[in-house]
């Protein structure tokens, strides 16, 4: 195998920058969770009839926005949200069965409080291109494309991870059932200052009135400051948007997403596959949810990148980025180039350690072991 590494310093830390993440609920997310979902069940539905993966990739999901009617105490959704499902896929298997049938299961189980028929789902996979299926059977790269990562997180960037999850966990959850599943966490921190601005989606049906609902979102606040030390020379707000004259000037739903209000998404337009937006920082552009995950190094790579800047960071201490370029025909295995920016020396063989495992990997996407967003 042959791995180029170029080593050079790493770049000085920022006295500013600015995060974002798109919590589960987010239109973006729902795509980028239904393309997942898909290509985990067509994975699966392979390796049952094939014993091994085929060719696929279903990264090409439209959310197009649906409408509904907030009242306090539970409103109605007026026009279904429209999922147009796209990609490519084998047809070995009833490929717009599993399709449709793993976006609804998805969908339903990241917003309880909608039904099937909240959603129209409109399946429009084809069958894919012949030389592109051979990479998958030869497990080569089907792309020319850059996986992209670093490691360790800022104050900042794990701010606001911590904050997600702390906002979509079990816990908060059963606590505050009024809380959707769409969250959007922006964060700026300059000069020793954080500052957190969070869109966060509240529920018709769990909220009497509008004094329900500013309770709610100040007694929110209050926790999310106390927790985070967001007081002093730090800040959080929510919802800055709202005006309390009538219901329709405050973040209210009935589903829990903007997704029923006019709010559209997309793949690849959200978190990285570490779960940020982070502009300050080396990221790639492309969508790595819905890619198979035995040739596209769109998904390989990036999560491969991912591994290899944890695995230097927690090693040596030192901070990693890791650029790894693919060429289209080789094996996944070798990289046409692997770039880190760090530190740290004597790398070959950690690297070589972790480009091995890139079969435990697929086997990890299939599980659901790996996050793409």
Not at 73 to 95: E, F, H, K
Request: charged share 25%.
């Amino acid at each position: 195998m042959s791995v180029k590494i170029v080593t050079v310093p790493h770049p000085i830390y920022m006295t500013s920058e600015v995060v974002e993440r798109k919590e589960i609920g987010h239109p973006d997310s729902l795509c980028d969770g239904v393309a997942e979902a898909m290509s985990r069940e067509l994975s699966k539905a392979y390796l049952r009839e094939t014993g091994v993966i085929q060719h696929h990739n279903v990264d090409k999901v439209l959310l197009v926005a649906g409408q509904s009617e907030t009242q306090w105490g539970g409103g109605r959704i007026t026009t279904p949200i429209r999922i147009i499902l796209a990609g490519r896929a084998t047809p070995c298997v009833p490929v717009k069965e599993i399709t449709t049938e793993a976006a609804l299961n998805y969908l339903l189980s990241i917003l309880p409080d909608a039904r099937p028929e909240h959603f129209q789902l409109e399946c429009a996979i084809g069958k894919g291109a012949g030389e592109l299926c051979d990479t998958v059977s030869e497990v080569k790269a089907n792309d020319t494309s850059v996986g992209v990562a670093f490691a360790p997180f800022t104050e900042a960037e794990q701010l606001t991870k911590d904050i997600g999850a702390f906002l979509t966990g079990r816990q908060f959850r059963s606590e505050w059932p009024e809380v959707g599943m769409d969250i959007k966490i922006m964060t700026h921190w300059n000069d020793g200052c954080l500052d957190a601005t969070i869109a966060m989606a509240f529920i018709d049906r769990h909220l009497a009135d509008m004094t329900a609902y500013r309770r709610s979102k100040e007694a929110i606040t209050d926790i999310l400051r106390e927790k985070f030390n967001m007081k002093g020379k730090n800040n959080l707000v929510i919802n800055t948007l709202d005006r309390y004259e009538n219901i329709d000037q405050v973040y209210l739903t009935t589903l829990g997403t903007s997704a029923e209000q006019g709010d559209d998404g997309e793949v690849g337009r959200g978190n990285r596959v570490n779960g940020l937006i982070t502009p300050a920082r080396p990221m790639s552009l492309e969508a790595a949810a819905g890619k198979n995950p035995v040739s596209h190094v769109g998904k390989l790579y990036n999560t491969m990148a991912q591994l290899i800047a944890d695995r230097i960071y927690q090693e040596t201490g030192k901070p990693a980025e890791v650029i790894l370029q693919s060429r289209i025909g080789h094996p996944v295995t070798e990289p046409a180039i692997v770039l880190l920016r760090t530190d740290a020396t004597g790398l070959d063989q950690l690297v070589r350690d972790e480009l091995a495992r890139l079969p435990e990997i697929t086997e990890g996407f299939v599980k659901g072991r790996f996050p793409v967003f």
